[in-house]
């Protein structure tokens, strides 16, 4: 199959360096879409593609600085318009409201609703996790399958923190757990969304752990140390296929497991660019997108194989990149309703929309 190239449909500048993008996951607001934003405050540095070719895995945003300088950012909210197609959604509401959750680099985590009169995203509440200059680095939901009426998040932590809130049914946010998951900056932290027991985190110290919450969290349930050769910065559970999860790492590959056996993923695909994000189509089982920071966006079809002994196979395989962007690719989702997909990129402040090609 041919790979195609897609053109970007609109741009929007975001001021700040652009580092994630959320499309609304509910029906009737699909047309909403969050970013979030980062920027150093007192930063004279002026970067450029260049600035990362001789070490393509390090970068300034990447790497922690002993001294941190003050940080900024922005949740920004757009509504898109011209919703073509309609789908169902199994995404649950708190409290009959539309929640999105924010883990920044202050080592906060913040509940907004959609105010649906001003058309802006207000703050509910605001939970600090820790006070010795953490950065939260990524945050999942527990709740994205409906499976249970208690919902948690997982965030990542800059010290290789992991850490588990509830969310109960007033707003508040309570820790239930934290623990020293990897040697240095956890990347990445993700629910098995099939079974939200079960958490797996992937360090820049170039380990993919799985972890049991009805456990001593002490050890890990299985540690992947010699699959992915740098940081594991992308981890996703695929929500229509119970047992799957895609990882990907610093070393350009995307690593497709069976979460019954993983002593080794079942795929493995080199794809330039370090594999910063990853999002599983939210109605199609064997669609990726991934944004590959000094590569560009991509849509990443699996292709499921049986043989006459009936073994299982699978490989993957690019149908669709979008190379617009001239900067790193960190951001990037799908849209809910439509054939549409957002994505980021840094320093230079940029949101695209543009359609894959899916057939």
């Not at 493995?268 to 669609?287: A, E, S």
């Not at 990443?300 to 617009?324: V, W």
Request: net charge negative; hydrophobic share 35%; with cysteine.
């Amino acid at each position: 199959m041919a790979q195609l190239n897609a053109s970007s449909l609109y741009s929007l500048d975001t001021e700040y360096s652009a580092d994630s993008v959320e499309f609304c996951p509910f029906e009737d607001y699909s047309q909403f879409l969050a970013c979030g934003t980062y920027q150093l405050a007192d930063s004279e540095i002026k970067h450029s593609e260049h600035d990362h070719e001789d070490n393509e895995h390090i970068d300034n945003f990447d790497k922690v600085p002993a001294q941190p300088k003050k940080r900024l950012g922005k949740l920004l909210l757009y509504q898109i318009m011209n919703n073509e197609t309609s789908v169902v959604m199994s995404h649950q509401r708190i409290h009959d409201q539309m929640i999105l959750a924010l883990a920044d680099a202050s080592g906060k985590v913040g509940l907004y609703g959609l105010n649906q009169d001003e058309l802006q995203l207000d703050l509910i509440i605001l939970h600090t996790v820790n006070n010795d200059n953490k950065l939260c680095l990524s945050l999942d939901w527990s709740d994205r399958l409906g499976l249970s009426s208690n919902r948690s998040i997982v965030l990542s932590q800059s010290d290789g923190t992991v850490a588990v809130l509830s969310v109960d049914r007033e707003f508040g946010i309570l820790e239930k757990s934290r623990w020293i998951a990897h040697d240095f900056e956890a990347w990445i932290a993700a629910f098995n969304y099939h079974n939200i027991n079960i958490i797996y985190s992937g360090g820049d110290d170039c380990c993919l752990k799985g972890w049991d919450l009805r456990t001593d969290l002490s050890s890990s349930l299985f540690t992947s140390k010699r699959h992915h050769q740098a940081g594991v910065c992308s981890i996703q559970s695929n929500p229509h296929a119970e047992h799957y999860l895609v990882t990907g790492s610093y070393d350009e590959h995307i690593l497709l497991w069976d979460a019954r056996i993983m002593k080794q993923p079942i795929s493995d695909y080199h794809i330039n660019g370090g594999v910063w994000r990853l999002k599983w189509h939210p109605k199609k089982n064997n669609l990726l997108l991934s944004a590959c920071m000094h590569n560009g966006f991509h849509v990443i079809k699996s292709n499921y194989i049986s043989d006459s002994n009936n073994n299982d196979s699978c490989s993957m395989h690019n149908i669709t990149s979008f190379m617009e962007h001239k900067s790193l690719a960190y951001g990037v989702d799908w849209s809910y309703t439509q054939n549409l997909a957002a994505s980021c990129s840094f320093y230079d402040h940029a949101i695209h929309l543009w359609k894959p090609f899916l057939s």
